[in-house]
């Protein structure tokens, strides 16, 4: 039973455009989510967090926005960029407690 | 500052050998993890410790025993390796349980 479900396996964008992956989520407690990313042969490194009390997250070409009621969250890139292509983690956390991660969305941004 | 190590990068056991996997972290972390990736399935959580002397279960930690041998570093031991072990292992560290969680470059294993 996958508590953090990344629907979309694969996403293609050309660069300058924007990308926007997708997360559900089915934990209503749920409160602090991240989003990682990940190339090949490396360890996942930390993008972009939220938390349940806001709506929306800017950090430069990176927004990730949260809507609770529908238990969903995006990630934006804006522009994006061929150095993007990569695979990208939605993960959540209910408060106090470890991450659960989900299966991963695999980017690629053509040039 | 090397963040977090893994060794070895790479190793293939047979069926029923057993091997160690290593996890150091240079970053003072109380909390360190050691998940497992398989394709379609994202990151799942084999074991993790929360805190120096402290241990717990994950989602699949079936086959798996672990060590936190002190605060920087923690230990993942499979007894009797399984075909149904291969995979990639990632070992990560936080400040504090949730916190953002850093993680190391992976051992891939085969298990034939």
């Known amino acids: 039973d996958q508590q953090v479900k990344q629907n979309s396996p694969s996403l293609s964008v050309q660069e300058g455009r924007i990308s926007i992956l997708n997360c559900d989520y089915t934990?209503?407690?749920?409160?602090?989510f991240l989003w990682y990313k990940k190339y090949p042969a490396e360890g996942p490194t930390f993008l972009i967090s939220i938390s349940s009390i806001k709506d929306k997250n800017e950090d430069g070409r990176f927004t990730v926005f949260l809507n609770k009621s529908a238990k969903h969250l995006s990630l934006h890139i804006v522009p994006s960029q061929p150095g993007d292509s990569a695979v990208y983690f939605c993960?959540?956390?209910?408060?106090?407690?470890?991450?659960?991660f989900g299966a991963g969305t695999i980017l690629r941004v053509k040039s | 500052n090397a963040g977090v190590t893994q060794t070895p990068k790479f190793q293939v056991l047979k069926t029923g050998q057993s091997m160690t996997l290593q996890c150091a972290q240079d970053m003072n972390h109380n909390s360190m993890y050691w998940y497992r990736q398989d394709p379609g399935m994202g990151l799942r959580l084999i074991y993790y410790s929360a805190s120096e002397g402290t241990t717990d279960k994950g989602e699949v930690p079936n086959g798996y025993n672990v060590s936190r041998l002190n605060k920087r570093e923690f230990s993942l031991r499979l007894e009797s390796a399984a075909p149904s072990q291969t995979s990639v292992y990632f070992c990560?560290?936080?400040?504090?349980?949730?916190?953002?969680?850093?993680f190391g470059p992976g051992t891939r294993l085969t298990v034939l």
């Open positions: 990560a560290s936080s400040e504090v349980r949730r916190d953002t969680q850093y």
């Open positions: 993960a959540a956390s209910p408060y106090g407690n470890k991450l659960v």
């Open positions: 934990n209503s407690m749920f409160d602090y």
